[in-house]
């Protein structure tokens, strides 16, 4: 098979919406990754009043992703589409879910906006603008957008619902799964674990951490662990819940320290 035969989406295990938090949903897409394991490309549904798609997947995933998600909410009632940040797996169907889902705006930051403007052409009326640390209410609860600590954009927002304590954390605390694909973290060996991530923070997401100021490093993790997170919903990793999200927070403070795994 020829590289550009390559398709993720029929080969990978199938791994369908988990929810996570009444009425909050991780749509999973799993991709082969280095040394026998998966990698996930993750999105997610907030099924309320008004209906929240967080993320759009990607390209590959296009049928599945759409299948996943209108299998939870019709096209015609989603109602708005958070976009942590325009990296390609993360708005590989927002042109698509903008045409197919007419009552559904797009939310993105005011400096990203001009970005999803000047490259993707989604008209500014499609658009509601939310910068860092700023609540919007979507219906039934409010929403923050919170940055997290590590991120490859720095336009980068993640998403915090107060109301389930669900953190989506866009490309934080990614971590590949070894061996048979997984729902949540911690059914992974702990040092697969641990390895995993520090992995994949330093090769791909954020080689800059081991440059950072420490002190200023480990001040921004608290203010997000002063959150009542109860989950982390990572586009690139199974779902880390109950004890594993304060294990989660001290693997990422470790990095700047942590040896560079090869
Ligand atoms: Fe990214
Ligand atoms: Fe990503």
Redesign the pocket.
Known sequence: MSHFDFDPAATAPRQYPLEVAPDTFCIRALTPSVGGTWTN?NSMVIRGAEPVVVDTGMVTHREQWFEDVFSLVPADELRWIFVSHI?T??AGNLIEALARCPNAAMITSRGESFRVAASLGVPFARMRLVDEGECFAVGDRELTALRPPVY?SPYTRGLFDESTGVYYA??AF?APIPGAPVDWTDEIDPDLWAEGLARFHHAS?CPWVALVDPAKYQAEIDALARRAIGTIVS??SPVIRGAAVARAFELLARLPAAAVPA
Do not use: P, Y
């Open positions: 490309l990296d797996d993360h490859d866009s490309d990614c997401l586009a690139h």
